[in-house]
């Protein structure tokens, strides 16, 4: 499998903020897992996530939709 | 055709009523943090914002309609300023008092990244104000208040809400205990939680 293109984009997600809401892992199941609480887990661990391309568009709805406003992109 | 703008103020006010219901309801299934209806949990917050500004746009056509209406008698600093129209003032400063909290709630909102999470929170509170007064409102003012189809309407939209408000207000809402801090997640957490699956 080509390994996908990066968008240059970074998520990042704020811990002291999120609440487990889950809706960045339904937006980004490509990224994110959820753990047995419902964190979010990216697949390398961490607390920021690189974005391929065609994923950016997911990254900014999981940022806009998060409702505690946990998630950043840069 | 004063007719036609009465009839139309009447009808997006209730159309108004029914989708600040909806957004109400839809708010507090976003705090739950559950999915419902079948909309997975980012689609209810997607929803629950839609319907407000749909909602909002009615109570503007309602607004604009009954400043044309010869007998609502409003002029444009009923809008803002409520308790002072001359036509049921109580209940018409009730619908004032709803849009000037509709427009706060509104826009801090929309601009909730840039005010903050904390006083985005506090404003969207009076969320909780805001319907019993507009259900007030249009109780009073409402030429229609008496039909018994509105009645049908409210009590059924009312019947909604407090269910809501009310399982809101209950410990089986919080979906964990939330105040626990040892839940944030650590590394070593994950480290131990994958091991733990691992020796499953
Ligand atoms: C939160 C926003 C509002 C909601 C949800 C709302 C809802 C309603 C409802 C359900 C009615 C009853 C319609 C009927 O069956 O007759 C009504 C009537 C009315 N509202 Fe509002 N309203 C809002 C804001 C306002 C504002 C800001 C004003 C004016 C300052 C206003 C002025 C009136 C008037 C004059 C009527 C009587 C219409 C008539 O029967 O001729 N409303 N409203
Ligand atoms: S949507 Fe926000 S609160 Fe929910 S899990 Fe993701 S980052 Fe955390």
Known sequence: MSTPTRSGKVLHIDWTRCDARGSCTELLPELLRSDPWGYPLPAGGGSDVAIPAHLAAAARDAVGLCPVLALRLS | ?200
């Open chain 2, 1 to 200: 055709m004063n007719e036609a703008l009465w009839a139309l103020g009447r009808g997006t006010g209730v159309v108004a009523l029914v989708l600040l219901t909806v957004t109400v309801v839809l708010g507090i299934l976003t705090r739950s943090g559950r999915p419902a209806f079948g909309l997975p949990r980012f689609a209810v917050t997607l929803v629950h914002r839609n319907s407000a500004l749909i909602g909002a746009v009615f109570v503007l056509i309602h607004v604009v309609t009954l400043l044309f209406d010869p007998y609502a008698q409003l002029n444009a600093v009923d809008f803002f300023v409520p308790f002072l129209g001359s036509y049921h003032p109580f209940w018409l400063g009730l619908g004032t008092v709803g849009l000037d909290l509709l427009i706060a709630i509104l826009v801090t909102a929309l601009l909730r990244r840039w005010i903050g999470q904390r006083v985005f929170r506090v404003v969207h509170w009076a969320a909780y104000a805001l319907w019993p007064i507009a259900l007030f409102h249009s109780f009073g003012t409402g030429t229609d208040a008496g039909a018994p189809l509105f009645i049908l309407l409210a009590v059924a939209c009312s019947a909604v809400v407090v269910g809501a408000v009310i399982w809101r207000t209950t410990t089986a809402f919080q979906l964990r205990n939330r105040t626990t801090p040892d839940r944030r997640i650590e590394p070593s957490r994950i480290a131990a939680d994958q091991k733990t699956k691992e020796l499953r």
